[in-house]
C-alpha cells in the first residue's frame, strides 16, 4: 500500500506530470478534443437515426473506414488533376460521404431487403471494410499500411468552416429526429413498426433513407478522419464505429446525449494522447492506449439495462 501511494504521490510531482497537466488546461488542448469527437459525433449521430428506425447499425466501423478510403482516393486524384488543394479537400469530403452512403446501401440491402441477422451482417461488413481497404489500398498507392499525403485540414479547427458546417449539421438532425413529422415517423416504425404500417407508413423505407442517411454521416466522419491526418492509414476507423455505438446507448438514443457522450470519449482519447506525449515513467504507454476503451466499459456497464432502446429494434419487418 504505501508503494502504491508513492507511486501516486511520483506521478503528481514528476516534471513530465506538471507538464501535463499545464497542457490539458489550454485552448489547443480544447481543440483536440473537439477534432477528435467529430467522427465519433457523426457516426453517433447516424446510429441515432438507424436505431430510432429499428436498425442495429454494428456497420458504423466499415463505413467509418471506406469513407475515408473514398475521401483519400478522391482527395489524391483530383490534387493531381487540378493541383488545387481546396477541390481536393471538398472532392475527399463528398466522395468520402458516398463512399459511406454505398457501403450503407449494401448493409440495408442485407438486413431490410434480405432480412439477415443485423449483428451478423455488420460484423461482415466491418470485416469486408477491413479487408478491401487495405487490398485497394496495396493495389491502388503500393502500400498495404498507409497513402501518400493528401490535402488536409489546417490546425486550427477554429477555422475550419467544415467544422462549423459539421456543427450545424448536428443541430439539424437533432431537429429531425425530435421535432419534425418526419423523425415521429421515424420513432414510430423503431418503437411499433405494425401500428406505424397500419397507418401508412412505408417501414422498410423509412428503414433504407434511415440507414442511408447514418452512411453519409459515418462516411463524412470517415472523411474527416483522413482529412485531419493528411492521409489514409490502415484499419485507421481503430474501433471508433464501435466506440460510437456505445455512445448511443448511453445516451438513451438521443442526438444530444449521445453527442454529449462521444466528447466524454474525445476527451478520453485527448487525455490519452497528451499522455503519451507528456512521457510520464509512472504510467507505461501500453496503460495509457487502453483510456478510451475501458471508459466505453465502463459507460456501457453503468447504461445498458437502464436505458430503454426502440421496441422493434433488431427484427426485421415483413408487411403484409
Known amino acids: 500500500m504505501d508503494s502504491f501511494f508513492a507511486s501516486v504521490w511520483t506521478f503528481f510531482v514528476n516534471e513530465s506530470s506538471v507538464t501535463f497537466f499545464r497542457s490539458v488546461l489550454t485552448i489547443a488542448f480544447v481543440a483536440q478534443v473537439l477534432r477528435i469527437t467529430v467522427p465519433y459525433a457523426l457516426a453517433a449521430l447516424g446510429g441515432v437515426m438507424s436505431e430510432r428506425s429499428g436498425v442495429i447499425n454494428i456497420a458504423l466501423e466499415g463505413i467509418l473506414l471506406s469513407g475515408a478510403f473514398a475521401c483519400v482516393v478522391a482527395a489524391d486524384r483530383i490534387d493531381l488533376v487540378a493541383g488545387s488543394e481546396a477541390d481536393a479537400v471538398a472532392m475527399g469530403l463528398l466522395f468520402g460521404t458516398i463512399g ?28 469486408l471494410a477491413y479487408g478491401l481497404t487495405r487490398y485497394l489500398l496495396k493495389l491502388i498507392f503500393g502500400s498495404s499500411s498507409n497513402s501518400p499525403p493528401i490535402p488536409g485540414f489546417g490546425s486550427n479547427i477554429f477555422e475550419n468552416p467544415v467544422f462549423w458546417m459539421i456543427i450545424l449539421i448536428a443541430v439539424a438532425v437533432y431537429i429531425l429526429v425530435t421535432r419534425t413529422r418526419a423523425g415521429l415517423r421515424l420513432r414510430a416504425v423503431g418503437d411499433h413498426p405494425e401500428a406505424a404500417d397500419t397507418m401508412g407508413i412505408r417501414v422498410n423505407t ?19 478522419m483522413a482529412l485531419s491526418i493528411n492521409s489514409f492509414v490502415a484499419e485507421m476507423s481503430g474501433g471508433r464505429g464501435y466506440i460510437a455505438l456505445a455512445a448511443v ?32 515513467e509512472a504510467i507505461p504507454n501500453e496503460l495509457t492506449k ?24 433488431g427484427k426485421a419487418y415483413r408487411s403484409g
Do not use: H
Open 100 to 127: 459511406g452512403v454505398a457501403v450503407a446501401a449494401l448493409y440495408a440491402l442485407a438486413v431490410i431487403r434480405f432480412a439477415a441477422d443485423q449483428i451478423v451482417a455488420g460484423v461482415a461488413i466491418n470485416l
Open 206 to 224: 423509412v428503414r433504407w433513407k434511415a440507414v442511408l442517411a447514418a452512411g453519409a454521416l459515418a462516411g463524412l466522419g470517415g472523411a474527416w
Open 249 to 280: 446507448i448511453m445516451g438513451s438514443w438521443r442526438p444530444q446525449w449521445a453527442v454529449a457522450a462521444c466528447l466524454l470519449f474525445g476527451f478520453a482519447e485527448a487525455v490519452q494522447l497528451q499522455l503519451e506525449a507528456s512521457n510520464i
Open 290 to 313: 487502453t483510456l478510451p476503451y475501458v471508459l466505453t466499459m465502463v459507460a456501457l456497464a453503468g447504461f445498458i439495462g437502464r436505458s430503454r432502446s426502440p421496441a422493434g429494434l
